[in-house]
């Protein structure tokens, strides 16, 4: 159902079973790991995108996710919303 590298591939599935019998296969809780070590810092610039910054890093534009998991970020844009701040960039592998 996900794209392979995507962030809930290696996320279990589960299911449930409505009253009516129907069986509803489902994706667990996916846990945000904690930060680990990271490839390098990234300082945003003005007109930043994530999935520009993602390709430069990882060279795929979909791996936007890490940097969000790296930084902790909850609404994806805020990690480009200000220039300057600095960007922690996550190995690939975590």
Same mark, same amino acid.
């Given at each position: 159902?996900? /794209? $392979? *590298?995507? !962030?809930?591939?290696?996320? %279990?599935?589960?299911?449930?079973? @409505? =009253? ?24 945003? /610039? $003005? *007109?930043? !995108?994530?999935?520009?910054? %993602?390709?430069?890093?990882?060279? @795929? =534009? ?33």
């Amino acid at each position: 159902m996900f /794209a $392979r *590298g995507s !962030r809930y591939e290696g996320v %279990a599935d589960a299911s449930w079973v @409505d =009253p009516a019998g129907r069986e509803i296969v489902y994706k667990r809780l996916r846990l945000v790991p904690p930060p680990g070590p990271a490839v390098q810092g990234y300082v945003v /610039a $003005r *007109g930043d !995108r994530l999935d520009l910054i %993602a390709f430069r890093f990882y060279r @795929d =534009p979909e791996q936007f996710w890490r940097l969000c998991d790296g930084n902790r970020a909850m609404r994806p844009d805020d990690l480009v919303a200000e220039p300057g701040r600095q960007l922690i960039v996550p190995l690939a592998g975590r």
